[in-house]
């Protein structure tokens, strides 16, 4: 059974282990990942930021200021009207990459309201010329570049559901030379320098000769969403270039600037996107420059630690479906299912992190079936080498098995265990009668026989002691049995300190007759136990006479009973030759003999038998302690319903 059980935890983890690295990867169930993660950021929403403010280029600007694209004049009065307004830093996400050829002097214009404003950030762009054509970079005109408090490459990262949920913080064609956006953005409000790496390592340089044309990218984090589109503070560009606003609107803080108007262009489905609205780029990059600044961008946890955490809690399940019945077990489990789910929403938000769940969730969702699956394996295998046992022991040599076949083999071996327990309940009838034939019809003639030869001396010598054997042997045999039958049904409320003091009562003319002293240290009250009078009094006297057997002359056995932590602890103690520890570990099986001293081994090796049924009938145990040439204990320990001192 230990081998099967073995067998069951092995095979059962080893299947479900083997999901967990397939499913993590393999990506197989990115999507469900993607799903548990946008439940998450739907889920958890934080107020919006005070000091972030987004100029749109909404509808209304556009019927109020004409058609897209504008003069840059325009834009340039913008800046310089919230330059009065002493903003932390101005992000212009609007790609100024061409010369306005029909005004050449608006460009100039802009420029300078730049360099006045001195806290502009200006985006870079990653884009192909075709359709799966060569990307380039597509940076903003050169006097504009040069007057620019920083510049940032503005890009989101698309899933394959097609839903922005991250961005790289460095990027670029051979090297991943740019920031992000906003973290230029953030760099200007926090007066802090560029992060832009112009200047590349020598290991870069041979990877950039390697990959000239290609797109490198370097740390990808995941976004924390403050809320869904239209969650930060929001005014219309022409509003803002009117004058339209409430004073210290744009004082101390943040501002984006950028296109919310539909047929733009700028638009992403994120994870707290609703149907149909999906969130403008602008405000993406709020979201992103917000998580920023409070470190919540979330990191994906590497594949390998990932990978440890997600066998940990798959394997889980392991621990406590073998000790629960079969509905616990499954209800627990699938508790643990929706516990892993609500971490998986809950991670990204409280600790900035990101461990792809589904890898973990579908072993965990199979732990039960595949464990139940490999424990009716085992349980089937067993019954059948029990069967296979019963039968070689109640069916004759001879005789035919009658077993019943069903279409449901563990139906059929239902049956054949109901057959096998009739047959065996018919043996254990027999039992009783082979039991009460001894009681009496085998006992009582060896008893009339050695009373006659009470009256015939010569065969008394030759005849009593044999005879006496028998009647010994038999008895023993007897008590065994009814130790080994004995039911809890039938066991009363008893005294055991009293009991102790009978049988030591009892024993009292054994030890009479070696001149042993029977010395006794018993709790002074009642010490309650749950028991049957007649194997608990015959328990301890087998003690007592064992000690008195093995005890010289002339010493004292020692009978001691001490109540501590609801359990009452009978010991007795003899000062004999000890015992030996490889006899110590055959002591209480059946038909094991204690060979003390040059005494000839007598008795049929039960009464240590019978002890150690009786004590765990009772629910207690028995263990012996003892020293060759020193003092030998036998402990009774059962436990206590009550105790009452007197």
């Known amino acids: 059974m230990t081998r099967i059980r073995f067998n069951d935890y092995v095979s059962t983890a080893l299947i479900l282990l083997s999901l967990v690295v397939l499913i993590h990867v393999t990506g197989l169930f990115s999507r469900v990942d993607n799903l548990i993660f946008d439940i998450g950021q739907k889920l958890h929403t934080t107020p919006a930021p005070n000091d972030i403010v987004i100029v749109a280029i909404d509808e209304n600007s ?21 330059k009065q307004e002493n903003t932390l830093a101005i992000g212009l996400d609007i790609v100024f990459s061409e010369p306005d050829q029909l005004n050449p002097s608006s460009d100039i214009a802009l420029a300078e309201a730049i360099r006045q404003a001195g806290n502009v950030v200006l985006p870079v762009l990653l884009e192909t010329a075709r359709v799966n054509g060569q990307l380039i970079e597509t940076l903003p005109l050169p006097d504009l570049a040069e007057n620019a408090a ?41 007066k802090q320098p560029s992060k832009n790496q112009f200047q590349a390592s020598i290991f870069q340089q041979d990877s950039v000769a390697n990959s000239m044309f290609s797109l490198q990218q370097q740390q990808q984090k995941r976004v924390n969403f403050s809320g869904p589109p239209d969650h930060f503070s929001t005014i219309s560009y022409a509003q803002v270039l009117n004058g339209e606003f409430a004073e210290d609107t744009f004082k101390d803080k943040i501002v984006l600037i950028g296109a919310t108007a539909s047929g733009m262009n700028d638009l992403l489905s994120t994870p707290v996107s609703g149907l149909g609205q999906p969130m403008a780029g602008v405000e993406f990059h709020a979201n992103v420059l917000d998580s920023m600044r409070t470190a919540g ?27 629960l019945s079969a509905l616990r077990g499954l209800v627990s489990t699938l508790l643990y299912f929706v516990l892993i789910g609500l971490l998986a929403t809950i991670l990204p938000r409280m600790l900035s992190i990101w461990i792809p769940p589904s890898a973990a969730l579908l072993p965990v ?55 096998a327990g009739q047959q065996l309940r018919f043996l254990q009838n027999d039992r009783k009668e082979v039991l009460a034939f001894i009681s009496h019809d085998l006992r009582a003639p060896l008893a009339s026989a050695m009373m006659v030869l009470e009256e015939h001396q010569q065969l008394k010598s030759r005849l009593y002691a044999p005879l006496s054997q028998a009647l010994n042997l038999a008895e023993d045999f007897l008590q065994a049995s009814r130790a080994e039958m004995s039911s809890r049904a039938d066991f009363k409320e008893l005294d055991f300190a009293g009991i102790t003091h009978q049988a030591v009562d009892d024993a009292y003319e054994s030890a009479l007759k070696k001149n042993i002293t029977l010395e006794r240290e018993i709790v002074d009250g009642l010490v309650w136990v749950n028991g049957n009078f007649g194997l608990l009094h015959r328990a301890i006297l087998n003690l007592v006479l064992n000690a008195i057997k093995f005890a010289p002359e002339y ?10 932590n609801q359990q009452a602890v009978m010991s007795v103690v003899d000062y004999g030759a000890g015992i030996s520890p490889d006899e110590q570990k055959q002591l209480f099986k059946r038909f094991s003999r204690l060979k003390g001293g040059n005494a000839a081994p007598d008795g049929a090796g039960l009464g240590l ?37 007197h």
């Open 62 to 82: 556009l019927s109020r200021l004409g058609r897209w694209p504008w003069s840059r004049q325009i834009h340039a009065d913008l800046i310089q009207r919230l």
């Open 150 to 190: 920083d510049l940032g490459r503005v890009h989101a990262v698309l899933d394959e559901d097609g839903i922005a949920r991250s961005v790289y913080l460095f990027e670029g064609i051979g090297t991943p030379v740019w920031q992000h956006f906003s973290q230029a953005v953030l760099n200007v409000a926090l």
């Open 297 to 323: 961008l979330i990191d994906v946890v590497p594949i390998w630690l990932s990978l440890l955490v997600l066998i940990a809690l798959a394997l889980l399940p392991l621990v406590w479906m073998p000790k």
């Open 365 to 419: 969702l199979i732990s039960y079936p595949v464990w139940s699956w490999r424990k009716l394996e085992a349980a089937q295998r067993y019954l059948d080498q029990e069967l296979a046992y019963l039968k070689s022991l109640i069916l004759k040599p001879d005789a035919k098995d009658h077993a019943t076949h069903s279409y449901d083999s563990f139906d059929a071996r239902i049956e054949q265990v109901r057959v």
């Open 555 to 564: 010493s004292t056995v020692l009978i001691q009973l001490t109540y501590a």
């Open 609 to 645: 038998y019978f002890v150690h049924t009786v004590a765990e009938k009772h629910l207690g145990s028995v263990d012996v302690d003892s020293e060759l040439g020193h003092k030998t204990s036998f402990n009774l320990r059962l436990p206590v319903l009550s105790y009452q001192q």
